[in-house]
């Protein structure tokens, strides 16, 4: 075996030679360090997640003094505890959801399965057994659960795992009159929901096209179907607002969570219904019960976290900040538009970009992606590729203006480097 180490890696190719790998050890801002003492501008905060930045203490305290009180208990059927009880209501007051429910999980791909499960719950519980089928886009990523992968439309990450779970079907990610015609061929009478990203995420920061949220949450509305918000990553104030559905102006039926709901400190994610969704099974005297759940959900310790999480984010208006900093950060990875191995730059939603490698050099040179980010982090700079054409910039909210020249500078000498 080429590791010496028995750690396997998440999406990762293990006969690759053992010092390719990197460990890091210390996180500061929008810095981290490895283990030789190098120093890297985190342009990817982690996996999307860490928005208030590596080595806030203040979320350590918070795990600590949870812990010696009550680092967790289980919450199936009545059971809760002081900090669940708290995020559940602080969560609810800040999604653009009407009757806001919150039920907890250990990260995305959780959510994701528990959301498909509650859309079919749903259904069941009115009395409408054969609306099953759930609908997602191209291109989206949903996670790494069976569900997820099932809905997700980057086709290397379901190969070798097919057939996945059936009554599921994608439709073109740009669109919205491919959704009504799906809906319409299937029938309305046997479509449960339409998962969306407000932003493609790891299929490559893919930008919706003008107007086609609002068309697609008003083609549910049409055809009574469950109009699904996926902001695993943009949720907790990746695009300039404390929600994507609030920047766009989205009342999505559900909402999915998790990354920057703790900042990635402790695993967490969250499903969130609105009144509609939630209504029969919180109903006085219903028999409808939810069936779902996991030995973490709503993990006291990690809920504590969260709070703590949402505190900094307020105290220090690192949602405002991300608002601020979106021009600069388009203004500085502009200039690589024009490089010649570029296609398009893909910025000005946030602290959210991406820059995807011309189609024609990818098919020449098919690990150009994966040279370009190692060349980055010669740089100083960490990203990872999308999706195998793109990459990626997601950087803490914290990032300096400095530290935005950097990563874009760093992108420009890798594409020099490898042209």
């Not at 499960?117 to 009395?127: Q, T």
């Not at 949402?310 to 105290?315: Q, S, T, V």
């Not at 991406?354 to 370009?372: F, K, M, S, T």
């Amino acid at each position: 075996m080429a590791s010496s180490s028995p750690f396997w890696h998440p999406f990762a190719n293990m006969g690759e030679p053992p010092e390719s790998r990197l460990t890091i050890v210390r996180g500061e801002g929008a810095r981290v360090y490895d283990a030789e003492g190098r120093e890297y501008v985190d342009a990817i905060a982690s996996l999307w997640y860490c928005n208030v930045g590596h080595g806030r203490a203040e979320l350590a305290d918070a795990a600590r003094e949870q812990m010696r009180t009550l680092a967790a208990y289980q919450t199936f059927e009545l059971y809760t505890s002081p900090p669940v009880a708290e995020l559940a209501e602080r969560v609810a007051g800040l999604v653009p959801v009407s009757g806001a429910r919150v039920f907890f999980t250990s990260g995305g791909s959780e959510s994701v399965d528990t959301a498909v499960k509650l859309a079919r719950a749903y259904w069941v519980a009115a009395g409408r057994p054969d609306k099953n089928v759930v609908l997602s886009r191209r291109l989206a990523y949903h996670g790494m659960n069976v569900y997820g992968t099932s809905l997700g439309g980057i086709p290397a990450n379901r190969a070798g795992y097919e057939p996945l779970v059936s009554l599921t079907e994608q439709v073109p990610w740009d669109d919205a009159g491919a959704l009504r015609e799906a809906i319409e061929r299937i029938g309305p009478e046997r479509v449960a929901a339409f998962f969306c990203e407000p932003v493609i995420g790891a299929g490559g920061v893919v930008h919706p096209p003008p107007g086609y949220l609002a068309e697609v949450e008003a083609i549910c509305r049409e055809h009574d179907v469950l109009f699904v918000v996926d902001e695993v990553i943009t949720g907790f104030g990746r695009l300039g607002e404390w929600f994507a559905s609030g920047r766009f102006g989205l009342a999505p039926d559900i909402v999915t969570v998790a990354k920057g709901i703790s900042s990635g400190y402790v695993p967490l994610g969250a499903v969130i219904a609105g009144e509609r969704v939630a209504e029969p099974f919180w109903r006085p005297g219903t028999d409808a019960v939810f069936r779902h759940g996991y030995t973490y959900s709503g993990h006291t310790t990690a809920c504590a976290v969260a709070l703590a999480n949402l505190d900094i984010l307020e105290r220090e208006r690192l949602v405002e900040r991300v608002r601020e900093l979106e021009p600069l950060l388009a203004s500085a990875l502009r200039p690589l538009a024009s490089h010649p191995l570029v296609a398009e730059v893909r910025a000005g939603l946030g602290l959210l970009a991406a820059v995807e490698i011309r189609a024609d050099a990818l098919a020449e040179r098919p690990g150009l992606v994966v040279q370009l980010a190692a060349e980055a982090r010669r740089q100083g700079v960490l990203t990872r590729g999308l999706r195998g054409v793109a990459l990626q910039v997601s950087p803490p909210f914290v990032v300096s203006e400095a530290q935005l020249d950097l990563i874009a500078g760093a992108f420009g000498a890798a594409l020099d480097a490898v042209s």
